[in-house]
């Protein structure tokens, strides 16, 4: 095969969606393994039960990285809505399920030609589930660009060189 036709190829939207539907399938293949669940479990249930998986400790301290990044007496407003998701998993959980989400979901997300109400809302679920948005105003209007951008902001800000 001549480089030209690799490069071809590599540039192809068929391509890049075959390439996240085997990158989906090894993934749930991972969580199935590492959660002891069978193979007929949703996505979300999947992680629902990795993030079950996840002792108090581990989830306390990545909050705790959160509120002291944040800084304690600026993001007062902001504990409410981490609560929850604290005592269901450590940041590092939720900015995974959320990069994943959006990641499986982007190849419907580029090629439709309008957002259907479904797509919008899980957009904004996506949103929720990560510990802090730079730009609250997204939710209004979830697009997959901007999420992204808020996906590796988070994983940035909270996660890289931490093992919180």
Not at 35 to 53: E, N, P, V, Y
Not at 118 to 145: G, I, K, Y
Request: one cysteine or more; glycine letters at 4%; aromatic letters at 14%.
């Amino acid at each position: 095969m001549a480089p030209k036709e690799r490069v071809s190829k590599g540039n192809d939207l068929a391509f890049w969606e075959a390439a996240i539907a085997d990158a989906h399938l090894l993934w749930h293949w991972e969580l199935t393994r590492l959660t002891g669940a069978g193979k007929s479990l949703s996505d979300q249930q999947l992680i629902a039960r990795w993030m079950r998986q996840q002792s108090f400790v581990q989830r306390a301290r990545g909050w705790l990285f959160v509120l002291r990044r944040e800084g304690w007496h600026r993001s007062w407003r902001k504990w409410v809505g981490w609560a929850p998701r604290a005592l269901r998993a450590s940041p590092r959980y939720w900015v995974y399920a959320a990069a994943s989400e959006l990641f499986f979901r982007l190849p419907a997300r580029v090629t439709a030609d309008s957002h259907t109400k479904a797509q919008e809302n899980c957009m904004r679920q996506l949103h929720f589930q990560l510990p802090v948005l730079r730009n609250p105003s997204l939710t209004a209007t979830p697009d997959w660009r901007r999420s992204a951008s808020e996906i590796v902001w988070n994983y940035h800000r909270f996660l890289e060189g931490t093992r919180s």
